[in-house]
């Protein structure tokens, strides 16, 4: 594992590689953030947005947390999506999940880690919401699933926010997409529950959730 002086080595080695390859590449990028994505995903150390998407720094607007979960009392997440809506003007939000999730594989196993549990509370709801589908499936389907519904569930949590409902209610294009990844081979799915509009929430949320059963 390297140490801390060595990030701050590989930072000076980066900074100047992108100076060397771009001249007016850092000073365009302090004078502005211009994203067109904000991405909603996991802390997990694995799934780096901008590096799994090909984009660079300035392109998307991210925030993370444990399970990608949108909580609506949760002031961290939700003052990331009113600046990214209201300020940056982004036209997409993509909710982004991965299968093998500790956060949704604790849930589903009911283990208990201290002040996380609460946390994960919301994906036990989601799975409690959705346990006619879960149960048949083998233990690591099961949780590969639940990955899946938590994701849809979430895009249901960003579209019915007052942040994204007063964007549509004004006439801005908005559209949220719910993706996941794949961590053996790095590819990311969509799991087809774009929503662009209000009257859109609970159809597409319902077509996707019965898309994973066909």
Same mark, same amino acid.
């Given at each position: 594992?390297?140490?801390?002086?060595?990030?701050?080595?590989?930072?000076?080695?980066?900074?100047?590689?992108?100076?060397?390859?771009?001249?007016?590449?850092?000073?365009?990028?302090?004078?502005?953030?211009?994203?067109?994505?904000?991405?909603?995903?996991?802390?997990?150390?694995?799934?780096?947005?901008?590096?799994?998407?090909?984009?660079?720094?300035?392109?998307?607007?991210?925030?993370?947390?444990?399970?990608?979960?949108?909580?609506?009392?949760?002031?961290?997440?939700?003052?990331?999506?009113?600046?990214?809506?209201?300020?940056?003007?982004?036209?997409?939000?993509?909710?982004?999940?991965?299968?093998?999730?500790?956060?949704?594989?604790?849930?589903?196993?009911?283990?208990?880690?201290?002040?996380?549990?609460?946390?994960?509370?919301?994906?036990?709801? @989601?799975? &409690?919401?959705?346990?006619? +589908?879960? *149960?048949?499936?083998?233990?690591?389907? %099961?949780?590969? #699933?639940?990955? !899946? /519904?938590? @994701?849809? &569930?979430?895009?249901?949590? +960003?579209? *019915?926010?007052?942040?994204?409902?007063? %964007?549509?209610? #004004?006439?801005? !294009? /908005?559209?949220?997409?719910?993706?996941?990844?794949?961590?053996?081979?790095?590819?990311?799915?969509?799991?087809?529950?774009?929503?662009?509009?209000?009257?859109?929430?609970?159809?597409?949320?319902?077509?996707?959730?019965?898309?994973?059963?066909?």
């Amino acid at each position: 594992m390297p140490t801390p002086a060595q990030l701050l080595e590989n930072n000076r080695r980066w900074a100047e590689s992108v100076a060397r390859d771009d001249a007016d590449f850092f000073p365009t990028l302090a004078a502005q953030q211009q994203p067109g994505f904000f991405w909603i995903g996991c802390a997990d150390s694995r799934v780096p947005a901008n590096q799994i998407v090909g984009l660079a720094p300035g392109e998307v607007f991210v925030h993370r947390n444990v399970a990608n979960l949108v909580v609506h009392t949760d002031l961290n997440c939700l003052s990331a999506l009113q600046y990214a809506v209201e300020v940056l003007q982004v036209g997409h939000v993509i909710v982004c999940g991965h299968y093998g999730c500790g956060g949704v594989c604790a849930a589903w196993e009911g283990a208990r880690f201290g002040l996380i549990d609460n946390w994960l509370r919301h994906i036990e709801d @989601v799975a &409690e919401r959705h346990m006619d +589908v879960l *149960r048949p499936l083998e233990p690591r389907h %099961a949780q590969n #699933r639940l990955c !899946e /519904l938590n @994701v849809i &569930e979430q895009v249901r949590n +960003v579209a *019915r926010t007052t942040i994204v409902q007063d %964007a549509w209610g #004004r006439g801005q !294009e /908005l559209a949220i997409h719910g993706w996941i990844y794949a961590l053996d081979d790095g590819r990311l799915r969509d799991l087809e529950v774009t929503v662009s509009a209000l009257g859109e929430i609970d159809q597409r949320a319902q077509a996707a959730v019965r898309a994973l059963s066909d």
